[in-house]
């Protein structure tokens, strides 16, 4: 079953900036004389069969086949080169050609890939059931339910679905204060062992928010990056304990938070000396992502400022990226923002930020870490009726929703067309890309 809905053409670019990389003089000649002749007209090409002379003019229409293939990283600094380049935003016409490229386009993370897909059900008396699935094909068509285990004396413990690493092929979850990462392929399930600092005490409660998860390629390891805050226990679990409350050493009183990073390779964790912006969410991965050795996470707490918090598992450090909270220039300006709706995730290999408040979805990708400017809207896609929220990306352009009766829907940005995907009743779902990788997760040397 499938209906079509529209995908609005209004877009917006984000110009040039002064983000340029160095040039050597002879570099930048040559790309002085290039630019400045984007604009002369193809009749005016030297012949050259009669001077013997390479021709320096490129006509628009190959200066924009050629420049709609770029990533906007590349494409943002070349705005310096000349005014019509640098306007590039501005023009539908280099803009259509961009969207279809960059959709149409097979990033390398998705080769041998399938999709993760996380269900949860609710019956009637509010019991919640998770299931997990591998979903392949083109579209997604071959379905397989994963064997889950449960290592757990609890009837159908609710686990929530934190992150998949696509490197390692291996799963990040969380039951209650417990993380345990899952390796579907080769059956593996490792319960982390509590910090030390976590567990140290028996007077005080602690709550721990995964916020990050990934691969570290340079020392071969797979990290975990959590905050932790701490709470006295209340009176009557110091009774339940035969303990007073006089009588609790004061150095047992709560600690302040902190952010400690786990290391599978060495199987213990180490606290991180400086603070960060946390996230805004804890039991979903709509707000996180991993790319290349760096985890992101969305934070609104900043200043009350939008941004994105990048850590290095390599590193272990972290900078920021300012997040414009760009609505479309019809919105009504009485609109309360606090009410708006942000999915961080990844689109065809770039961080991507689909933002809604009602039913017309606004998707930006950002060109560059840690530049603000670089952020670019390229989709505005509805109003799509029925829509809850966004799920998830797929591959290339596809988008997956949760519909108002707990439907599974999948968008194609290239064709504008939505598919029923046959998944019904969800109380809440996510997807991930998931690749397999048959190496035991102990072995590590991924």
């Known amino acids: 079953m499938t209906d079509s809905d529209s995908i609005s053409g209004d877009f917006q670019g984000g110009g040039s900036n002064s983000h340029g990389s160095e040039m050597s003089p002879r570099e930048h000649k040559q790309s002085l004389d290039f630019g400045n002749n984007c604009n002369q007209n193809s009749s005016e090409m030297v012949d050259k069969s009669r001077t013997g002379k390479v021709m320096n003019h490129i006509p628009d229409d190959l200066a924009f086949c050629v420049l709609s293939k770029l990533p906007l990283k590349s494409l943002k600094r070349f ?39 996380y269900q949860i059900i609710q019956s009637h008396d509010h019991t919640q059931y998770c299931s997990f699935y591998s979903l392949s094909g083109n579209r997604y068509e071959n379905r397989v339910k994963l064997d889950f285990p449960n290592p757990f004396q609890v009837e159908n413990p609710r686990f929530y679905f934190f992150y998949c690493d696509t490197i390692t092929g291996t799963i990040c979850l969380k039951f209650e204060n417990t993380i345990v990462l899952w390796k579907p392929t080769t059956h593996e399930f490792k319960v982390i062992p509590p910090s030390p600092v976590q567990s140290g005490s028996p007077y005080r409660e602690s709550q721990v928010f995964c916020h990050g998860f990934g691969y570290d390629p340079i020392r071969d390891d797979i990290k975990i990056i959590t905050f932790t805050t701490f709470e006295k226990i209340d009176s009557r679990a110091l009774q339940h304990l035969g303990v007073r409350r006089e009588d609790v050493p004061w150095n047992e009183l709560p600690f302040e938070p902190l952010w400690e990073i786990y ?28 790319t290349e050795g760096v985890c992101h996470w969305w934070s609104n707490s900043v200043n009350r400022e939008n941004v994105l918090v990048s850590f290095d598992l390599r590193t272990e450090m972290f900078f920021t990226t300012a997040i414009p909270l760009e609505i479309a220039p019809d919105t009504d300006p009485s609109h309360n923002f606090l009410f708006v709706e942000r999915r961080l995730a990844m689109l065809n290999g770039s961080i991507a930020s689909i933002l809604w408040y009602t039913t017309t979805f606004h998707i930006s990708i950002l060109g560059e870490l840690g530049v603000k400017k670089s952020w670019t809207k390229l989709f505005v896609v509805g109003p799509l009726s029925n829509i809850e929220r966004v799920v998830g990306t797929g591959k290339n352009g596809d988008i997956f929703f949760k519909t108002k009766d707990g439907k ?20 809440g779902y996510d997807v991930a890309i998931f690749k397999e990788n048959h190496i035991l997760m102990d072995g590590i040397n991924f």
Request: aromatic content about 16%; overall charge negative.
């Open 79 to 117: 705005g310096c080169v000349c005014q019509t380049w640098s306007l590039l935003f501005e023009n539908s016409h280099f803009m259509s050609k961009f969207r279809t490229n960059f959709i149409s386009h097979c990033h390398s993370d998705y080769i041998d890939t399938s999709l993760l897909l």
């Open 263 to 290: 290391s599978l390779r060495c199987n213990s964790w180490k606290k991180l000396d400086f603070d960060m912006p946390v996230c805004w969410f804890d039991n979903w991965s709509y707000e996180r992502l991993y």
């Open 408 to 427: 599974l829907v999948l968008l194609d940005l290239s064709t504008g067309i939505i598919e029923d995907m046959s998944f019904k009743g969800g109380h």
